[in-house]
């Protein structure tokens, strides 16, 4: 009687023991590391077993990289690299943002200071010859920001008599772009490292214009109406990409079927109309994915 009571005793416990194991399995929503599996040696095994992920963005463009008042940054950028986050099967609360302006973005990838990059980050091939794009996962187009009352200003072409200063910034291509347009790049073209400088600058009389993508200088004009508008319609595409080690070619690929099961799914237009899609810019399509 008493060995038949002890083997009931240790069934009991056998199971108890199974039903927790199960429990557990359910914990985290899934986003724990046991929840995705990856490749022996991939960069996605690494930061899945590592449960924790650099990334690199823009900290003052609104509506794609804005630090907010939680001290972390808000916008499109953040939330298509949360998109990725979670298919990684890593906790939102475990990335680490890293400001990444424009000049040093293909510098933080190449020295591994992030893992990847989604920071407004137009895809072009002299930027290939460092870095490993994935996307595009939006389309944008240069445009010029002026004040409010200005009307001397209607286009790029407005900056050929050379009389007037433009302000971008250091390494990005809007900066290269408007150097087509400009009569004196020494005495026209002001740069500084970050958008909100040139911004102020407008605002200040220093410049009398900014230019950047349609969608950020949008941005600037939701939060202060009163005082700057666009000039003219949009001259140039930027296509923005994903950046990630120029090696990384499964990384890069997981990215991109991440993004296309995000066009699917709604996910991307989501993250859209919760960000830049509130200042009256067009999301349009979803653009085809280029896995060169």
């Known amino acids: 009687m008493r060995m038949k009571r002890v083997a009931a005793l240790a069934a009991a416990a056998t199971l108890a023991l199974g039903m927790a194991a199960c429990g557990g399995d359910d914990g985290g929503e899934g986003t724990g590391a046991g929840s995705k599996s990856f490749a022996a040696g991939t960069t996605m095994e690494r930061l899945n077993k590592a449960q924790s992920i650099k990334i690199g963005t823009k900290f003052d463009q609104p509506g794609f990289g804005l630090k907010g008042l939680s001290g972390k940054p808000e916008g499109f950028d953040v939330e298509v690299a949360k998109i990725i986050v979670k298919e990684l099967g890593i906790p939102e609360d475990k990335i680490e943002w890293v400001e990444a302006p424009s000049k040093v973005r293909e510098d933080v990838i190449v020295n591994g200071t992030v893992d990847l990059v989604a920071a407004t980050y137009t895809i072009n091939d002299k930027r290939k010859e460092r870095v490993a794009f994935a996307g595009p996962y939006y389309e944008a187009g240069q445009n010029i920001l002026v004040k409010k009352d200005d009307t001397t200003i209607t286009g790029p072409d407005s900056f050929k008599?050379?009389?007037?200063?433009?302000?971008?910034?250091?390494?990005?291509?809007?900066?290269?772009?408007?150097?087509?347009?400009?009569?004196?790049?020494?005495?026209?073209?002001?740069?500084?490292?970050?958008?909100?400088?040139?911004?102020?600058?407008?605002?200040?009389?220093?410049?009398?214009?900014?230019?950047?993508?349609?969608?950020?200088?949008?941005?600037?004009?939701?939060?202060?109406?009163?005082?700057?508008?666009?000039?003219?319609?949009?001259?140039?595409?930027?296509?923005?990409?994903?950046?990630?080690?120029?090696?990384?070619?499964?990384?890069?690929?997981?990215?991109?079927d991440t993004l296309e099961k995000a066009f699917a799914d709604g996910s991307w237009k989501k993250a859209w109309d919760d960000t830049a899609g509130k200042f009256g810019a067009e999301l349009g399509s979803a653009p085809t994915v280029n896995r060169y």
């Open 161 to 256: 008599d050379g009389t007037k200063k433009v302000c971008s910034v250091t390494g990005s291509t809007p900066a290269e772009e408007i150097k087509k347009y400009v009569k004196d790049v020494a005495t026209q073209l002001v740069l500084f490292d970050t958008y909100d400088k040139c911004k102020d600058a407008l605002k200040g009389g220093q410049v009398d214009a900014v230019t950047t993508d349609n969608v950020i200088l949008l941005g600037y004009i939701a939060k202060d109406e009163a005082s700057f508008k666009l000039a003219g319609d949009n001259f140039t595409k930027e296509p923005y990409g994903i950046g990630v080690k120029k090696e990384d070619t499964e990384f890069r690929n997981f990215i991109n």
